[in-house]
């Protein structure tokens, strides 16, 4: 033979980098540096500051022309605004200021939800968009909603108020400098952009014209005639305490906990974040969910240290289309009980960096982690990059490398790639590479195609990540068309049809499967899609060393499932229906042998809005694996939810939520009182109790938490 199985995988690895690499450089000439700008805003420096109220009597928005018309971005793409929006903007020393007026033929409709921060959906609403770094790509954007409640994609103080009139609604803003990142230059140019929704119409409005089909980051106007502006010295401290009192199972356990988080603006584009101990108390419950394959599951993240900049720690593959493996260089669910963790991030000169170094407490001792993710920005929206990183604890050792590119050429063609190569101090360091490689066609309208690679050997170990399989490789293909219509009973339309080829790392095949999906957008805020598949499938089981490999044999897999959704606002605020039947292996409750069934799931679920500060919710989700050979059912199970909540002023909140799951009996009742009194500023007085299934026996508790977290800014 010329060439030995390992030789060809060898070359199939190169080959993989070789295709990102040659896209690469075919692409160059397609890839451009330049970036069109249709209008700007001459922000001038204000004598006196405005007070932030919502009416827009002061003298200071006197002297200030107004910017308007602008121009839909949703339902009809570049067509003028139905309803006229009016904004002015000035600035001081300390703060960037904002006044709105949104003018509404109909301000009976304006629909706007009393919530906590962060917690309205689907709201009439006003937003800035700031690119304060002017490159297409960063932003930070505030959000209002007539009730004055804000929304913000950072968590950050800042100050406004809003105000329901009798032509529409005012608001203003005012946002701090310390709140922001942004270069050191003497004269600041920004990237900026206004965003109004119309529930009522479902109509979103842009200042500047937004095309579908374009990055909306690259669409910006442009923020002009700030000079010497600086964010001073920004040290932010979070502290938290907390007492709980459990009753569990017939045993007291009484605890006391502290703990905080440091924030210091090195410079106004270099940020430095300390933790110690940070709060990760959780005064809701999480979810019930069965566990029916053996990959490991992926939560998200919650912590304020690990959430704000974690931008600065994503693959490019991330971002992109949805891949069958998902992998993470930096899972950081992984740092559990941080005694201290510190890291430093920003941007710079078309550098975007991130580090991490953590120190984390274990069972047995301790465990260290180190990250370090360097990006740098090319052309018109492309990228490139580096990423590193390692844990370490009592037994082993893992250091990863990676290097990752996401190019976008043409607007709507996008190449996205990451190499990562893993190397455990235990061995074993042959057999170590991930490779994914995927290439975009993504129009709003016409065409999409979507070509894609995924290769991941059998001894990759990502332990600071996350990845859920490995021997696995694919490859897949997938093309559709797409309509967009201005009137009528649809909105949009579209169909795709995909074919994946997988195998695994050895070249062996273990599945195949075609896929027909069809999307539904309606302009009555009903969404709806199906689809129907067919292939066969080998499984991964768990052998008796803890390991995965595949089972050998084939089995089929064929199926189809339906998704309905109606957003309404007002009293039936929502209604989503999801089904599923699927034929397939079923897993043993050990994940040690598969056998061919149907599983049946459905989930549904409803939230209604008697008033606009209270909300009442319920869902379930269920489902139901059989055996063919028998007819036998071997699993069958409901989860549900159930929730109030009742805001009694913009601050004081009431929530009470019931989770549970049929299978085994269990469940957890919550009741939470809260009292907010600025940004991540909170006391919380909460009450769980539990039914739990612990090793065949049925155990009962409650506990009572009070919990104050406070942000001090200096």
Do not use: C
């Not at 060393?545 to 595949?550: M, N, T």
């Amino acid at each position: 033979m010329l060439f030995s199985r390992d030789n060809r995988f060898y070359y199939l690895k190169n080959f993989l980098i070789a295709f990102g690499l040659a896209g690469i450089i075919l692409l160059l000439p397609f890839l451009s540096s330049a970036q069109d700008r249709n209008k700007v805003l001459n922000i001038q420096k204000l004598t006196q500051p405005p007070k932030i109220d919502g009416w827009l009597d002061d003298e200071a928005w006197k002297v200030v022309q107004p910017v308007g018309d602008f121009v839909q971005y949703d339902p009809v793409n570049g067509a003028p605004a139905s309803e006229e929006t009016l904004v002015w903007a000035g600035y001081d020393d300390k703060y960037i200021y904002f006044a709105f007026l949104m003018k509404d033929s109909q301000p009976e409709k304006i629909w706007a939800e009393l919530t906590p921060r962060n917690e309205f959906e689907n709201n009439d609403s006003i937003t800035v968009i700031l690119d304060t770094y002017h490159d297409g790509r960063t932003s930070i954007s505030f959000t209002l909603n007539p009730k004055g409640v804000q929304e913000n994609s950072v968590e950050t103080i800042w100050k406004s108020e809003a105000r329901i009139n009798a032509d529409g609604w005012s608001a203003e803003m005012a946002i701090p400098f310390k709140s922001l990142r942004f270069s050191s230059a003497p004269e600041q140019v920004w990237g900026i952009n206004f965003m109004r929704y119309i529930h009522r119409l479902n109509e979103t409005d842009y200042w500047t014209a937004v095309s579908r089909d374009l990055p909306r980051l690259q669409q910006m106007a442009e923020l002009q005639g700030m000079m010497g502006i600086k964010s001073g010295h920004n040290l932010e401290i979070f502290p938290y305490a907390g007492v709980r009192s459990t009753r569990w199972a017939g045993e007291k356990d009484d605890k006391l906990a502290v703990g905080a988080d440091l924030k210091y603006g090195i410079k106004p584009n270099l940020y430095l974040d300390v933790t110690a101990s940070p709060d990760f108390s959780q005064v809701e419950s999480d979810p019930f969910i069965y566990q029916l394959s053996p990959y490991e599951r992926y939560f998200s993240e919650r912590r304020p240290f690990f959430t704000e900049g974690s931008q600065y720690f994503q693959l490019a593959t991330e971002n992109g289309y949805d891949l069958s493996t998902e992998a993470r260089l930096f899972y950081s669910r992984r740092i559990g009980d941080p005694r201290l963790a510190a890291k430093i991030s920003g941007k710079t000169g078309g550098y975007s960096f991130g580090l991490l170094g953590a120190l984390n407490k274990e069972e047995y001792g301790t465990s260290e982690f180190g990250v370090v993710r360097i990006t740098k920005d090319i052309f018109k929206n492309s990228q490139i990059g580096i990423y590193y990183t390692g844990a370490g604890g009592e037994t082993s050792t893992t250091h990863n490398l990676a290097a990752d590119y996401s190019f976008n050429f043409k607007d709507i063609y996008y190449l996205r790639g990451a190499h990562v190569f893993s190397f455990n101090s235990q061995g074993g360091n042959d057999r170590n590479g991930l490779h994914l490689v995927q290439f975009n066609r993504e129009p709003d309208a016409g065409l999409q195609l979507n070509l894609g690679l995924e290769r991941i050997e059998d001894k990759v170990n990502l332990q600071a990540g996350y990845l859920d399989r490995v021997d696995f490789q694919s490859w897949h293909s997938m093309v559709g068309y797409a309509w967009r219509f201005n009137r009528g009973t649809v909105q949009r339309v579209s169909w795709d049809l995909t074919g994946t080829l997988s195998q695994d790392s050895h070249g062996q095949k273990v599945a195949d499967q075609v896929e027909f999906m069809m999307f539904w957008n309606l302009f009555n805020r009903i969404d709806f899609h199906y689809g129907f598949f067919t292939g066969k499938n080998q499984y991964q089981l768990i052998t008796p060393s803890g390991e995965l490999a595949w089972n050998g044999s084939f089995l089929k897999n064929y199926g189809g499932h339906f998704d309905f959704g109606w957003e309404r606002g007002g009293f039936l605020k929502e209604i989503d229906l999801e089904a599923g039947w699927e034929k397939r292996g079923i897993y043993n409750d050990e994940f040690t042998a598969v056998s061919p069934g149907t599983e049946f799931t459905l989930e549904s679920s409803v939230s209604l809005r008697p008033r606009s500060n209270l909300e009442l919710s319920a869902g379930a989700d269920w489902i139901s694996q059989k055996i063919s050979s028998t007819g036998e059912t071997v699993f069958e199970g409901l989860t549900y939810e159930a929730s109030i909540h009742y805001q009694l002023t913009r601050e004081l909140f009431l929530t009470t939520r019931l989770l549970g799951e049929t299978r085994e009996d269990q469940y957890n009742f919550d009741f939470l009182v809260g009292y907010y009194f600025g940004a991540g500023n909170i006391i919380q007085l909460s009450f769980k109790k539990s039914q739990r299934k612990e090793f065949l026996e049925t155990e009962k508790g409650h506990s009572f938490t009070l919990k104050l977290s406070y942000l001090f800014r200096l």
